[in-house]
């Protein structure tokens, strides 16, 4: 085995590890846990929507980092792996674009923070899979100005295929700041990055 592929297989089995030592069903959890140290994208107190959470890492984390009085809203098409016994945890299990679901969620918001890390069925065509992922993120910035509440912030999951400035472009309409970030925690080989909106400039400036 070549030295950059141990050395790869060991980052790897390190977050891997590292989510099973502390709880985690994936090891997602660190790139959420990277985002929300440099961008500060949820507080302690916060209500937060997390889109695409199954299994539930980021759920799991949002709820171990938040207060008490919290909120954590998420939504999947799949069950989460974690406990949902946490009173602070709102659960719907469907489709993120269906009216049925967004009235739900609306009805626990706004939020303070959306977060998403939800990724479209793959084709392994990077043409076809970067287009989907394109699609829902444009989908959840749509929807910002029902969601979020006016100084939140955004975090979304994209596939880079060439069209991630345009979706840095739409941020930079509606939210003080745009930025585009991989952590660390992202496998070296994914084509995955997260596009930042902060400070949500509130539905009458969209
Ligand atoms: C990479 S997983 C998320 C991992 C999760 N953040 C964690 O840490 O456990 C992506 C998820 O997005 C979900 N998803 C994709 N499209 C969706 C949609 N339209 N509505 C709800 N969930 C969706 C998939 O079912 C999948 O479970």
């Known amino acids: 085995m070549s030295r950059q592929r141990s050395s790869k297989r060991s980052e790897l089995d390190h977050y891997s590890l590292r989510a099973k030592k502390e709880g985690y069903p994936a090891r997602s959890v660190y790139k959420l846990e990277e985002l929300n140290s440099k961008f500060k994208i949820f507080k302690h107190n916060s209500k937060i929507l997390d889109i695409g959470a199954a299994p539930g890492s980021w759920t799991l984390y949002c709820l171990r980092k938040t ?91 994209i596939f ?23 952590p660390k925690a992202c496998r070296r080989e994914s084509f995955e990055t997260y596009i930042i909106g902060l400070g949500y400039k509130g539905a009458s400036q969209g």
Do not use: C, H, W
């Open 67 to 157: 207060a008490k009085d919290s909120l954590v809203a998420a939504i999947d098409l799949k069950d989460l792996t974690i406990s949902k016994n946490d009173a602070r945890l709102f659960f719907v299990k469907g489709d993120f674009f269906e009216d049925s679901s967004q009235k739900q969620l609306l009805e626990k918001g706004p939020y303070n923070a959306v977060i998403s890390d939800a990724a479209p069925a793959t084709t392994g065509n990077r043409t076809v899979d970067s287009g989907r992922s394109f699609t829902l993120a444009s989908g959840i910035i749509g929807i910002a100005d029902k969601m979020l509440v006016k100084g939140g912030n955004l975090a979304i999951k």
């Open 160 to 182: 880079q295929g060439g069209d991630e400035k345009e979706l840095v472009g739409m941020l930079a309409d509606i939210f003080e700041t745009a930025k585009i970030f991989k």
